[in-house]
């Protein structure tokens, strides 16, 4: 039985003793009194850990769903998830926003790479309204500065010639972060992107990029944030892909493997990218 479940058989039980119970004739008028608020007080409390257990096993099924469609490459399941957390609009708490920031994020991404602007071009605007709600209440948020920037670089990869006004607060936007928090995991991320994506003319640099990609890693590893985490696979997925732009085969592969060994079930690598490195490496 999970604890959702403990917590909500215990809710039926409790309620059924307050209705069965019956207080003994030498029990007076005042002790029943005190009773009873005693116990309406601890059923209140036992309300309130049920609300919260209930809240917290929602966000862990985004959670969960989130990591299934990015090792199955279910991009229909991806934007389902979103579009159930805009719907039931639980957004609000900080961390929520951070939540769904971070599905857009990796959505819109995709998005862009398939050359599907209008649709990844609705979804910024809404992920640009939580970051800055993000930042009104928290205002030196690493992370959140690092995806304001994430985000006006998307707009450049849907419209490249923004690139001459949003490149440069973009790039401050990042290195805001990474001056705010140096082992902040998605500032790291976003700056190795900067990198890696930039063209050198604006000083895009892949072997730099690597550098700030691997100590994401680190950072991760050390944090012990890797568990059911696309975020981290998807990172070692960039690692691997640096490697083989620079013609490090060997330790493309040994970077393909581990993610094999992290999640066996994502096809997509074990199917795909691992056997045509190897192809590669035998040609």
Not at 15 to 31: E, G, N, S, V
Request: with cysteine.
């Amino acid at each position: 039985m999970c604890q959702y479940d403990r917590y909500f058989h215990a809710l039926i039980y409790r309620t059924r003793f307050l209705t069965d119970f019956k207080l003994p004739a030498m029990i007076q008028k005042k002790q029943y009194m005190e009773w009873s608020n005693f116990t309406q007080a601890k059923f209140i409390i036992l309300l309130v850990l049920l609300s919260i257990t209930s809240a917290a096993f929602s966000e862990s099924s985004y959670k969960n769903n989130i990591y299934s469609a990015f090792i199955t490459h279910d991009m229909a399941k991806w934007e389902n998830v979103i579009h159930t957390i805009e719907t039931a609009n639980v957004t609000n708490t900080l961390d929520q926003k951070l939540e769904l920031i971070n599905y857009y994020y990796g959505y819109i991404g995709w998005l862009i790479g398939k050359k599907e602007f209008k649709k990844a071009g609705k979804l910024i605007p809404k992920g640009q309204k939580l970051i800055r709600q993000v930042l009104e209440i928290s205002p030196k948020n690493a992370t959140a500065y690092s995806f304001k920037g994430s985000f006006l670089g998307f707009e450049i990869g849907i419209d490249k010639y923004k690139a001459i006004f949003l490149g440069p607060e973009s790039r401050n936007c990042i290195n805001k972060a990474l001056k705010l928090e140096p082992l902040n995991m998605q500032a790291l991320i976003d700056k190795g992107n900067l990198l890696y994506y930039s063209p050198s003319v604006f000083g895009g640099n892949k072997q730099e990029a690597l550098k700030y990609f691997l100590k994401g890693i680190k950072v991760m590893e050390r944090n012990k944030e890797i568990n059911q985490s696309w975020v981290y696979l998807n990172l070692l997925t960039m690692i691997a892909s640096v490697y083989e732009d620079t013609h490090k085969l060997e330790e493309a592969k040994l970077i393909y493997e581990k993610i094999m060994h992290n999640e066996p079930d994502i096809n997509w690598v074990k199917n795909g990218l691992y056997p045509n490195l190897l192809a590669k490496i035998k040609a």
